[in-house]
DNA sequence: GGCACGTGCAAAAGATTATTGGCAGGTGCT
DNA sequence: AGCACCTGCCAATAATCTTTTGCACGTGCC
């Protein structure tokens, strides 16, 4: 994942998925190695329903995938992992990002 | 400026100031030039007062920087212009900048 | 059955942002 | 004086995000 294959929509969406200091740590330990869970929500500290809305919100912005897994005594549990991203954010490529952001004048509603 | 030589509370800043599509595209103009406030509204087809906020959470945040002028027939215009920065995001980057965000069990009120 | 694990979801409250509209001030020109 | 510019700020509303609490479901084991 890089800067100048994302829309200026989604490149807002990833921004503003990044700007939160759970999702921030949450990323941070999963740079670390993947985990489930609620083992991660015991390492940061976190209610698990908490943990599960950001991973909800990281995974919708793509910045970590989920697998859903069997332990060996049969029990499932989720496995989230960092999807490798490199943004390279400077003036000019915010300008070449705004070029393709969603005019709010015709925005339509479902 | 640079992602490693912020704390991590600045670039969560940074990013949520970002993530925003009128604050992008107030960049994207900027990077074409300096600007006053009413001419950059004008062109951008928002209200002066929409653009003052936005233009003051980006100076806030160290993405632009602003000048107040007199014009030759004796107005006050404020100029506003890019801070030129440079922010290279992987996990990685996020990893060690996650380590300097503030603790929010110790977070003191003013 | 009762625990100790794992998962998921949703309603409600609280906190923060975004946006509008109005009013204040200033200059210079006719 | 009245108009056309420039600036700044605030109060109120609307919209969105964050967090908690509580419930549901599943497994294996004593």
Redesign the interface.
Known sequence: MQTDDLT??D???V??T????HR??V??A???GRNYVSQLARELGISRALLQVHLKRLEKAGLVSATLELSEDGKAMKFYE?T?????????A??A???T??D?NDVEKD
């Open positions: 200026g929509d490149l807002v969406g921004l503003a990044l700007a939160n200091p921030m740590r990323l941070a999963l740079a670390g960092v490798p991203f490199e943004l390279h954010l400077t003036p000019q915010l300008a990002a705004a070029l952001l969603t709010p």
